[in-house]
């Protein structure tokens, strides 16, 4: 089946940038998304992006999308104590299964004071 | 806003008790998902429905059913808890317009602990 890559962890010092990484297989992918889970809560979504983009800006966040090498970023700019999350890459195919999301295992964001 | 309500935060129960968890959602969604999530191993699906009485199997569906008898709610059931299926548990819904863009909405989990 589809896979979504991403590394499990990631450590940063607040006001610097964060750049969590992700990869994913399924060739006709269309939407893809960056869900932020705070801990004990439910997901939610943060930016998406179409994938005929390159580039979707959206305040502090910027998604850098390399559909030939099927790598996707999120850059978190001056980062901040309250961004301390896990972040879950996800990604909608457009064929029969596309109800659904392939998620990633998600990255745990810290960030050090 | 969308809201997707789980209907215990947290569960306790004991090997072979049947359980139900409970979600709703109040936005008239057509799609309704339910995941479990573990460390190390992210989101897997169980189940989803993508209409009131349908239901499809997700990636791991041994050992749960579920039931769509409203839109607006979806159940998990564990028909006899084993001590495997401690987990975080997350109920979804997206709107089934049949745009590919479709965003899931998550409901804030329930953290179930079979001893």
């Known amino acids: 089946g589809e896979d979504v890559e991403q590394s499990l962890f990631l450590s940063v010092r607040e006001g610097d940038s964060s750049v969590i990484n992700c990869t994913y297989t399924d060739s006709s992918s269309t939407y893809l998304y960056w869900y932020k889970q705070e801990p004990g809560a439910g997901l939610q979504l943060l930016t998406y992006?179409?994938?005929?983009?390159d580039m979707k800006q959206d305040q502090r966040l910027t998604v850098l999308l390399n559909k030939k090498d099927k790598h996707l970023s999120l850059r978190i700019a001056d980062t901040q104590t309250g961004d301390s999350a896990i972040y879950f890459c996800?990604?909608?195919?457009?064929?029969?299964?596309?109800?659904?999301?392939?998620f990633g295992k998600g990255t745990k964001l810290s960030v050090i004071p | 806003d969308v809201k997707v309500t789980q209907s215990s935060r947290y569960l306790v129960k004991r090997t072979g008790e049947k359980v139900f968890l409970e979600c709703v959602q109040d936005?008239?969604?057509?799609?309704m998902f339910w995941y479990r999530q573990d460390p190390g191993l992210g989101l897997r699906l169980i189940y989803f429905?993508?209409?009131?009485?349908?239901?499809e199997k997700g990636d791991i569906p041994e050992g749960y059913s579920v039931s769509r008898e409203k839109k607006e709610r979806f159940s998990l059931i564990l028909e006899s808890a084993s001590t495997n299926q401690t987990s975080m548990y997350l109920c979804?819904?997206?709107?089934?317009?049949?745009?590919?863009?479709?965003?899931?909405?998550f409901g804030s989990g329930t953290q179930l602990s079979v001893l």
């Open positions: 979804a819904s997206s709107s089934g317009s049949r745009t590919l863009n479709e965003k899931l909405f």
């Open positions: 429905s993508y209409d009131v009485k349908m239901k």
């Open positions: 936005m008239d969604h057509e799609n």
């Open positions: 992006i179409f994938s005929n983009m």
């Open positions: 996800a990604e909608r195919g457009s064929g029969a299964g596309s109800y659904q999301l392939t």
